[in-house]
């Protein structure tokens, strides 16, 4: 029987409502090995997560049988609740939006680098401008007053 075969490296980037600093640093790790969790179970295995107090970003395969927005509803819905409930952080909400951009082999391991620096980035970045320029990397158009929530 013929197979179906894929390999596509997705990298999502995500922020928390309002970009609201609700990611304490003992909640990090924790919160990434959830998402892989989440991700291993759908089929889309996690390849690196990092990110800072208001944002994730992640490198993922995606499965061949579930679209991105499925995956990315599900990672935000349970990871939401989890941290609710297992880490009491009542307030915590994911906004509505996501970015998610192709990535090819031979960038997987500048992608994986880049998000293992998130501490670092930030320390002379924010969220907005480096979301900004992503979306000018990967030429996604945009209009700013629908971007952010």
Same mark, same amino acid.
């Given at each position: 029987?013929?197979?179906?075969?894929?390999?596509?490296?997705?990298?999502?980037?995500?922020?928390?409502?309002?970009?609201?600093?609700?990611?304490?640093?003992?909640?990090?790790?924790?919160?990434?090995?959830?998402?892989?969790?989440?991700?291993?179970?759908?089929?889309?295995?996690?390849? %690196?997560? /990092?990110?800072? +107090?208001?944002? *994730?970003?992640?490198?993922?395969?995606?499965?061949?049988?579930?679209? @991105? $927005?499925?995956?990315?509803?599900?990672?935000?819905?349970?990871?939401?609740?989890?941290?609710?409930?297992?880490?009491?952080?009542?307030?915590?909400?994911? %906004?509505? /939006?996501?970015? +998610?951009?192709? *990535?090819?082999?031979?960038?997987?391991?500048?992608?994986?680098?880049? @998000? $293992?620096?998130?501490?670092?980035?930030?320390?002379?970045?924010?969220?907005?401008?480096?979301?900004?320029?992503?979306?000018?990397?990967?030429?996604?158009?945009?209009?700013?007053?629908?971007?952010?929530?």
């Amino acid at each position: 029987m013929p197979q179906s075969l894929s390999k596509i490296l997705i990298h999502l980037v995500f922020s928390t409502k309002n970009r609201a600093n609700l990611i304490c640093p003992e909640d990090g790790t924790p919160l990434y090995g959830y998402i892989s969790g989440i991700l291993n179970n759908r089929g889309s295995p996690a390849l %690196q997560i /990092g990110g800072c +107090a208001d944002h *994730v970003h992640v490198l993922f395969m995606l499965s061949r049988t579930v679209t @991105i $927005s499925e995956t990315v509803e599900e990672v935000k819905k349970s990871s939401s609740k989890w941290m609710k409930a297992d880490r009491g952080v009542s307030e915590f909400q994911w %906004q509505s /939006g996501y970015g +998610a951009f192709s *990535v090819s082999q031979s960038a997987e391991d500048d992608v994986r680098k880049y @998000i $293992s620096s998130q501490e670092e980035h930030h320390k002379v970045l924010s969220f907005q401008e480096e979301y900004r320029k992503l979306l000018e990397k990967y030429r996604v158009p945009f209009d700013e007053k629908y971007v952010w929530d």
